[in-house]
């Protein structure tokens, strides 16, 4: 079965600063890799996706994501964060549940923090 | 116009009793999923219908039923609520097996009381 990893439960970066939130993956087959963001009390909204192609991503709110296969990660990335960018974030993987039809595995979230 | 409408948004119960949440979806999508979200945010899938057809039932009680009466609608029902029912439960859809990913609905939040 397919796996995601998150080690951070919380990542803490000053406005204007790059911002890097890690997830690792195990998955059997090509991965399909996703990230999504949860805003307080609000639904989880797609970030970008991973399904082939350029190891770089780009996605929504200029957020990127860099896939190394050989590291089995997907990590999320931004330049220049922003205090409006406080949230959190989940890392998804696309693979065979135990009926055979695939779902999303989600990873356990990490907490955001921008300071001003 | 919203993607996938969930309602209620919130619900507080007392134990023992039976509810329902809706969910519907105008995206033209032909699967649909529940996800439960536990106090710790941990998502877990719950069930998965395509095309009105129960294609993903993961190990959860059967207190938990689901319905599909066409495509664009899942709802869930559950009855005699427990207290660990409490958590936020997510309806999402999405083309096929997902491949481009899921629309997430914004959330039932219930409570058990």
């Known amino acids: 079965a397919q796996s995601v990893a998150q080690p951070e439960d919380q990542v803490n970066v000053a406005e204007g600063n790059p911002l890097t939130v890690k997830c690792t993956y195990s998955?059997?087959?090509?991965?399909?890799l996703f990230w999504y963001v949860q805003y307080p009390n609000r639904g989880l909204q797609f970030l970008l996706k991973y399904i082939t192609g350029d190891n770089l991503v780009k996605g929504s709110y200029g957020f990127e994501a860099e896939f190394n296969k050989s590291q089995t990660s997907f990590h999320l990335k931004k330049p220049s964060a922003l205090v409006s960018d406080s949230a959190l974030y989940f890392c998804a993987v696309r693979g065979p549940g135990g009926s055979g039809y695939s779902t999303l595995t989600f990873g356990k979230g990490t907490m955001l923090l921008v300071s001003p | 116009d919203t993607a996938v409408s969930q309602t209620p948004k919130y619900l507080v119960t007392q134990m023992g009793n039976d509810k329902s949440i809706k969910c519907e979806q105008n995206?033209?999508?032909?699967?649909m999923y529940w996800y439960k979200q536990d106090s710790k945010k941990f998502l877990k899938i719950m069930f998965s219908y395509n095309n009105k057809e129960l294609i993903i039932n993961e190990t959860v009680p059967n207190r938990f039923s689901p319905k599909s009466p066409d495509k664009a609608h899942l709802n869930l029902h559950i009855n005699s609520l427990e207290l660990g029912d409490s958590a936020v439960y997510f309806c999402a859809s999405s083309y096929g097996q997902g491949a481009r990913g899921y629309t997430f609905g914004s959330g039932t939040r219930l409570t058990v009381v």
């Open positions: 998955v059997s087959g090509n991965p399909y």
């Open positions: 995206l033209g999508h032909d699967t």
